[in-house]
């Protein structure tokens, strides 16, 4: 019986020209990887800060945060991009009023929406039917993402604000390991201790991958009474802020629950534009200085 078995063994592969095709096909993709991997580099190296926002938790409010910090440095003056690496459930092009809006290609380079001075990018854009269902697995997922940060004439910014899905899965690795260097990340989470659970794990993530941690944003914490401007803690508050100091890592400040921010996401006028002076206004401005902060370096050699 081992001798059958014996025989009926695979020869081993001893034919040289199927070896040096072997070669030759493995330093293809080798060469295709680098040239891949330059062409990436050199679009990034014109971007000066990139920062994603983060949560371990879905429902946070993360989205809006990415807007809303975006068009807070737009407003500030600088050069700004907004990527949405959310594959499954992209609500960039929502936010921004662009659910019609389609991007084009130039010489093989995709060029991404423009609004108010901002670039945008986002799947959204790439679907048929603003309800297709996007049905991909982590390969799939990882080469869109790779495509975004290499193909697309970003240009020169002052920010890229990558608003990942929540979790630690698949979109916030590809970006976080495609970047290589980003600056940092914002961490959202509401005050009660389900979401901090959860959101705890995206410091960690970050610690692992060697990502600075910008700080910590509460969002929904207390809600403004849109009459009185009084601000009632419905919810508890202050977990986000003990969270941060638990974790060593720094706080960036809370904000409430506000009407209008609801309805500014769902007619497409972005919160910060048009209500920058309310309480909830100057809790975005307060939370951008540390990332505008940044940029002081470049200043003070210059």
């Not at 025989?7 to 060469?31: F, H, I, Y």
């Not at 990558?162 to 916030?172: A, L």
């Not at 959860?198 to 207390?222: T, Y």
């Not at 534009?273 to 307060?286: L, P, S, V």
């Amino acid at each position: 019986m081992k001798k059958d078995e014996k025989n009926r063994q695979e020869p081993a592969v001893s034919c040289p020209s199927a070896v040096k095709e072997q070669k030759c096909s493995g330093t293809a993709d080798s060469l295709d990887a680098f040239l891949e991997q330059q062409k990436m580099d050199g679009r990034m190296q014109k971007i000066k800060h990139k920062i994603i926002v983060l949560s371990g938790k879905g429902g946070v409010g993360k989205s809006t945060v990415a807007v809303n910090l975006s068009i807070s440095l737009s407003l500030s003056g600088k050069k700004v991009g907004l990527l949405d690496v959310d594959i499954h459930g992209p609500s960039i092009p929502k936010m921004l009023k662009l659910e019609d809006s389609r991007i084009s290609v130039i010489d093989g380079v995709i060029q991404p929406v423009e609004k108010g001075g901002m670039k945008i990018l986002s799947i959204g854009f790439l679907l048929h039917d603003r309800d297709d269902a996007v049905i991909w697995r982590g390969p799939m997922k990882a080469g869109v993402i790779k495509q975004f940060l290499s193909d697309v004439a970003w240009g020169e910014l002052d920010y890229l604000i990558i608003d990942s899905p929540p979790g630690t899965g698949d979109e916030p690795l590809s970006v976080c390991q495609m970047l290589k260097n980003p600056d940092g990340a914002v961490i959202v989470t509401t005050p009660q201790d389900v979401a901090i659970v959860d959101v705890r794990k995206s410091i960690n993530f970050c610690r692992q991958l060697k990502i600075p941690v910008i700080g910590v944003i509460e969002n929904m914490s207390g809600f403004v009474c849109p009459k009185c401007g009084e601000i009632t803690q419905i919810f508890k508050t202050g977990g986000g802020e003990k969270m941060a100091v638990e974790m060593k890592v720094p706080f960036l400040g809370r904000i409430p629950i506000d009407s209008a921010i609801g309805v500014a996401c769902d007619a497409g006028t972005p919160f910060i534009y048009h209500y920058n002076k309310t309480e909830t206004g100057k809790a975005f401005e307060q939370i951008i200085e540390p990332i505008l902060a940044l940029t002081e370096p470049e200043k003070a050699v210059s």
